[in-house]
């Protein structure tokens, strides 16, 4: 990468990041010629537009096929496809994988439900035995005079029957109101199981299937539901059997977490199956002593991505960043190893860690990175696997230059551990203290902002000023993913963070002692926020479409995030996202899912770059559904 001069690199940085403590790692990566994803993004200046409006399609080899949205040229593919068609199907296409992600990560954490309840597992136990009791009853498991493993095993095949297709529907939709139900019911988007969406997905958006453009785009919202109320919804349940249901905790934030004198593990990606296990063997005192003899005074594990937000949830681990923060975390130079598992990793990973003694360690079949040190996990030799990753780690910490170690800042203190769970014991047993204080006015409702960074938006200014704006309008904000590690980074997620709410959303938060943002968990704890507004629903005997609730992505960049956005609009949730999505080639598509879904699911979504402006539509939808709710 060709260098660049001092001033331009203050002013890059400037742009790039509203992080203080990710400044002088992103100032010290551009002087030394470190690439990151800022840079890359900078050489693929100007992006296509035919991509970006989603009018290009290289589905088969009739094509490439392009429209031009001016109509000055080609309106067609060769198959006869048009850009609306074209627009719908790459939508689908996004949305699919997004949702295709999420779930088979949720089939991995079933999968080993099932091996630690057979005795195949190693490292694992059920441990919360109150949540299996209650999936089991939910799920119509017998569980009298069975124990806890045999619980676990017939929870794990049922919930395994879940991706197939002899069933036909999804037990956790029964979850949602009834009123919501009857809206899937009439549009005839109730998903019938995780795997056959998406392989029906998969099916409609090949050449000469689906040709018209609203059925495919409908076909989105049930896959997507399959993934929210399914795939990811199993993800989060499931794992809060095994690893814990997360209570209100408190830990760190930010490169500062980092550590000059430790062993610094880093744990990234999304599948929390191996870094709980790491979590176990770093407990053990023969490491600590090992880490010693190596001269470090310990060993330190901190999470990037959702892989850190479950284990932040669960065990406290502190976050060393989120998605953009990846390369700056390797820049610290501090890093003995990344273990990476799937989902969020950029594959040139391995090659930011050559330029240091860091090692990348990839650890699933599925997500192999050239350039790392590959340590493949599997549920029967887990425990093994985490104690030779650690080792590794270990013996790598020698082999750092002390002198390139650049650890910028202090770590921030950050609350997590929201679980609807935990949210409902912070209240005093339920959620009728919140629907009362909604009902009263002093909170006006109630926002997630999920999703990630994308380095289109001033890395985590998406996401801090839309939290601001909305809790000094007195409404609460619950998050996940990336967002909710953006306002760790900013001090949102701090009791003390109630100061900059609104008068009424300020005295609730003191009197409970929380922040005015609430961390939820990973991206596959979406599914936490769709069950905390099913229920909220169920106490006022609504629609989930009827609450004053909204969705948003300020920095989204996944196919993950479409799914999540659809299926957040799908359950009645008005969702605003920050990055248009690639669908402005289409008017027609573009009606479609910022006003004509209303017709269909009651909800929409927007578009808007601006936070602040963005602020303004959710205040405004919000105080309109309070209107129409007579509160
Ligand atoms: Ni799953 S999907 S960048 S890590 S939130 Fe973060 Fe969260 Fe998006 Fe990825
Ligand atoms: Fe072109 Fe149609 Fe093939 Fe797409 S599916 S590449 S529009 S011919």
Not at 199 to 215: D, F, L, T
Not at 232 to 239: D, H, Q
Not at 290 to 316: D, P
Not at 407 to 434: C, H, N, Q, T, W
């Amino acid at each position: 990468m060709k260098r660049v001069d001092f001033k331009t690199i203050k002013h890059k940085v400037e742009e790039r990041t509203i992080v203080e403590a990710a400044k002088p790692v992103m100032e010290m990566a551009l002087e030394e010629g470190i690439e990151t994803a800022w840079d890359r993004l900078e050489i693929q200046q100007p992006q296509c537009g035919f991509g970006q409006t989603g009018v290009c399609c290289n589905r088969c080899t009739l094509g490439p096929c392009r429209i031009d949205p001016f109509e000055e040229g080609p309106e067609k593919g060769v198959c006869g496809a048009d850009a609306d068609l074209i627009v719908a199907r790459n939508f689908l296409d996004d949305l699919s994988t997004g949702a295709a992600a999420h779930s088979d990560h949720g089939r991995e954490i079933l999968e080993t439900l099932y091996k630690t309840s057979v005795g195949q597992a190693q490292g694992y136990d059920i441990q919360d035995t109150k949540k299996l009791n209650h999936i089991a009853a939910e799920l119509g498991v017998e569980t009298k005079n069975k124990d806890n493993n045999e619980i676990g095993k017939d929870v794990a095949l049922a919930l395994l029957e879940e991706f197939g297709t002899i069933k036909n529907s999804i037990k956790f939709i029964d979850r949602a109101p009834d009123k919501t139900r009857e809206i899937w019911k009439a549009a005839g988007i109730s998903p019938r199981s995780v795997d056959r969406e998406i392989v029906e997905s998969m099916h409609r958006i090949h050449m000469g299937v689906g040709a018209n453009y609203a059925n495919v785009l409908l076909h989105g919202l049930r896959t997507s539901l399959s993934d929210g109320w399914g795939g990811s919804m199993m993800a989060t349940e499931v794992s809060d059997i095994l690893f814990g249901t997360p209570e209100i905790n408190s830990s760190h934030v930010n490169l500062g977490t980092l550590k000059k004198d430790m062993v610094n593990v880093i744990l990234h990606g999304h599948n929390p199956i191996l870094s709980e296990m790491l979590v176990k063997a770093a407990q053990d005192p023969e490491m600590k002593k090992l880490a010693r003899e190596k001269g470090a005074s310990g060993i330190n594990l901190a999470g990037i991505c959702c892989t850190g937000n479950e284990l932040l949830m669960r065990k406290g681990v502190p976050i060393a960043g989120n998605m953009l923060d990846q390369e700056l975390a390797l820049a610290t130079g501090a890093v003995e190893v990344m273990v990476v598992d799937y989902q969020c990793i950029f594959p040139s990973i391995a090659q930011t860690a050559g330029c240091f003694h860091s090692k990348i360690i990839s650890t699933s079949e599925k997500s192999k990175v050239s350039g790392a040190v590959h340590m493949e996990l599997h549920p029967e030799t887990a425990f093994d696997t985490a104690n030779k990753i650690l080792k590794l780690a270990i013996e790598n910490y020698p082999n750092r230059n002390q002198d390139r170690v650049k650890i910028p800042a202090e770590p921030v203190k950050m609350v997590a551990g929201f679980s609807v769970e935990a949210i409902k014991k912070a209240l005093g047993g339920s959620l009728k203290p919140l629907v009362d204080v909604i009902a009263s006015g002093k909170i006006r409702g109630a926002v997630g902002i999920v999703g990630c960074n994308n380095p289109k938006i001033k890395h985590d200014y998406g996401h801090i000023e839309l939290a601001k704006a909305l809790i000094k309008n007195n409404i609460l904000v619950v998050e996940t993913g990336c967002a909710a590690i953006a306002s760790g980074k900013a001090g949102l997620l701090l009791p003390e963070a109630a100061e900059l709410a609104g008068e009424g959303l300020k005295e609730v938060c003191k009197s409970l002692g929380i922040p005015p943002v609430l961390h939820m968990g990973s991206c596959v704890d979406c599914s936490r926020i769709l069950v905390l507004a099913a229920e909220l629903a169920n106490i006022l005997g609504v629609g989930i479409d009827q609450l004053p609730l909204a969705g948003a992505a300020p920095e989204w960049y996944s196919q993950k995030a479409i799914s999540i956005g659809s299926y957040f609009v799908s359950s009645g949730v008005f969702t605003v996202l920050g990055i248009p999505p690639k669908i402005f080639g289409s008017q027609n598509v573009i009606n479609l899912v910022a006003s004509g879904l209303n017709d269909v699911v009651h909800a929409a979504f927007a578009v808007e770059p601006d936070p602040v402006a963005a602020a303004q539509l959710i205040c405004d939808h919000i105080e309109n559904k309070r209107k129409a709710l007579n509160i």
